[in-house]
C-alpha cells in the first residue's frame, strides 16, 4: 500500500489520503475534514443496481446495534440479500461507528439515497452538529469556501471520498458550504450516504 499523502490544509478544510484525517472535524478551526479514496472493494455490483427497485433508507440506530439494523434496512429497501449487501452493510456501519466515535454519540441518524435530481441545489450549511457524506455511485458532494461567495471555486469530492462537514449547531458562522451536484435531466444517478448525530 502506498503511503497516505500528507494532509492538505486549504483555509477551513483539511483534506487527506488516510482514514485519520476524519478526526480532525472535532478541531475548532476545522469545518470540513476530507478523506480522499476511491470506492471500496466489494462495491463494483452498486452500478448494476436496478434503482427503480431500490428504496431510500432513513432511520435512526444505537451504536451498539448498528450491523443488525443496517443489514436489516438494506433488505427491506431491496439490496441483494447475498453476500454483496453484507460488504455495503460493513463499510456504512464502519463509517457510522468511526463518526460516532470523533463526535462521542450513542446513537447515529442514518439516510442511504437514490438520487436523480439537482437534491440540495443551493450552497448551504446543514442545522446539525457535523454530518457525514459519501457517495457510493455517481457525483460526489460539491463545497466552497463561503467567503468567497458568488465568485467562489467548486470543490467537488469523488466518488468514494468521505467528507465531514461541520453544521450550524457547531459553528456561528459556517466557512465550508456545501451542495448536491446538478444533475437534474441529465439521467445520472447518485447513492449517498449521510449519517448525522442522532
Known amino acids: 500500500m502506498a503511503a497516505a499523502l500528507a494532509p492538505s490544509r486549504s483555509g477551513f478544510a483539511v483534506q487527506q489520503a ?11 478551526d476545522v469545518h470540513l475534514a476530507l478523506w480522499w479514496r476511491s470506492v471500496p472493494n466489494g462495491l463494483d455490483w452498486i452500478a ?7 428504496e431510500d433508507l432513513d432511520f ?3 451504536v451498539a446495534d448498528l450491523d443488525d439494523e443496517i443489514a436489516q434496512g438494506l433488505a427491506e429497501a431491496g439490496y441483494p440479500t447475498d453476500g454483496r449487501a453484507l460488504v ?10 468511526h463518526f460516532a466515535t470523533i463526535f462521542d454519540l450513542t446513537a447515529v441518524k442514518l439516510r442511504l439515497e437514490v438520487i436523480d435530481t439537482d437534491a440540495c441545489r443551493k450552497f448551504h450549511a446543514d442545522t446539525v452538529i457535523a454530518r ?3 457517495a457510493f455511485f455517481g457525483q460526489g458532494t460539491q463545497w466552497i469556501l463561503a467567503a468567497q461567495g458568488h465568485d467562489a471555486l467548486i470543490n467537488q ?4 471520498d468521505v467528507g465531514i462537514f461541520k453544521g450550524r449547531l457547531s459553528v456561528d ?4 458550504l456545501h451542495r448536491s451536484p446538478p444533475i437534474a435531466g441529465s439521467g445520472e444517478t447518485r447513492l449517498l450516504l449521510a449519517i448525522d448525530p442522532a
Open 132 to 134: 457525514l457524506l459519501t
Open 60 to 62: 435512526v440506530s444505537p
Open 157 to 160: 469530492m469523488r466518488t468514494g
Open 173 to 176: 458562522e459556517p466557512a465550508i
Open 48 to 54: 448494476e443496481l436496478d434503482w427503480d427497485g431500490i
Open 18 to 28: 488516510d482514514c485519520s484525517v476524519l478526526t480532525a472535524a472535532a478541531t475548532p
Open 88 to 97: 455495503l452493510a460493513r463499510e456504512i456501519a464502519d463509517l457510522a461507528r
